[in-house]
T-cell receptor
Framework: LAKTTQPISMDSYEGQEVNITCSHNNIATNDYITWYQQFPSQGPRFIIQ???TKVTNEVASLFIPADRKSSTLSLPRVSLSDTAVYYCLVRSYIPTFGRGTSLIVHP | DAGVIQSPRHEVTEMGQEVTLRCKPISGHNSLFWYRQTMMRGLELLIYFNNNVPIDDSGMPEDRFSAKMPNASFSTLKIQPSEPRDSAVYFCASSPDSLAGKQFFGPGTRLTVL
């Protein structure tokens, strides 16, 4: 199973771009990379998914280098409401969320 | 679509009592997951069903925990007897993808065992 490693916490300020990197050295050929966001007292919510290169949607961008051993979630111009825990998940037989990255956005 | 529905939203019980948590997945989804979340251990997968069949229950902590999925629209997670260390938020999630690519989570059940 692909194991992911991401920072435990990050701090940022409103209006800044935030990049959260996840390492997944043992990713399998058919694995996708998925990111979730979780607010307090809520279940995780899907943000974005990708396989290689770059994926962008209305919420975020996901950058995946050619070797696919890491990925970076990019949140443009964060606001206070982006304060949450972000999970990197490598699609595999058994989903493993880990502890995620706690992002705190300051005024 | 109403999304994944869980009940109850909050449960307070005494040690030794039986607790049953319920989940209705999104219609048409063929995979269902039960998770437990605590501050100490984060978000842990307990069990995973595909087409109503339990595929992996290696995350179930011990024999006091059991889960069933009698049909495609209903699942239960039962704890008998409950213990204070079972206090946590229990999430149910469903996915249209058997390889668990994109999951849709319910609001969770906050369980407190006194």
């Amino acid at each position: 199973l692909a194991k992911t490693t991401q920072p435990i916490s990050m701090d940022s300020y409103e209006g800044q771009e935030v990049n959260i990197t996840c390492s997944h050295n043992n990713i399998a050929t058919n694995d996708y990379i998925t990111w979730y966001q979780q607010f307090p007292s809520q279940g995780p919510r899907f943000i974005i998914q990708g396989y290689k290169t770059k994926v962008t949607n209305e919420v975020a961008s996901l950058f995946i280098p050619a070797d696919r051993k890491s990925s970076t979630l990019s949140l443009p111009r964060v606001s206070l409401s982006d304060t949450a825990v972000y999970y990197c998940l490598v699609r595999s037989y058994i989903p493993t969320f880990g502890r995620g990255t706690s992002l705190i956005v300051h005024p | 679509d109403a999304g994944v529905i869980q009940s109850p939203r909050h449960e307070v019980t005494e040690m030794g009592q039986e607790v049953t948590l319920r989940c209705k997945p999104i219609s048409g989804h063929n995979s269902l997951f039960w998770y437990r979340q605590t501050m100490m251990r984060g978000l842990e997968l307990l069990i995973y069903f595909n087409n109503n069949v339990p595929i992996d229950d290696s995350g179930m902590p011990e024999d006091r925990f059991s889960a069933k999925m009698p049909n495609a629209s209903f699942s239960t997670l039962k704890i008998q007897p409950s213990e204070p260390r079972d206090s946590a938020v229990y999430f149910c999630a469903s996915s249209p993808d058997s390889l668990a690519g994109k999951q849709f989570f319910g609001p969770g059940t906050r369980l407190t065992v006194l």
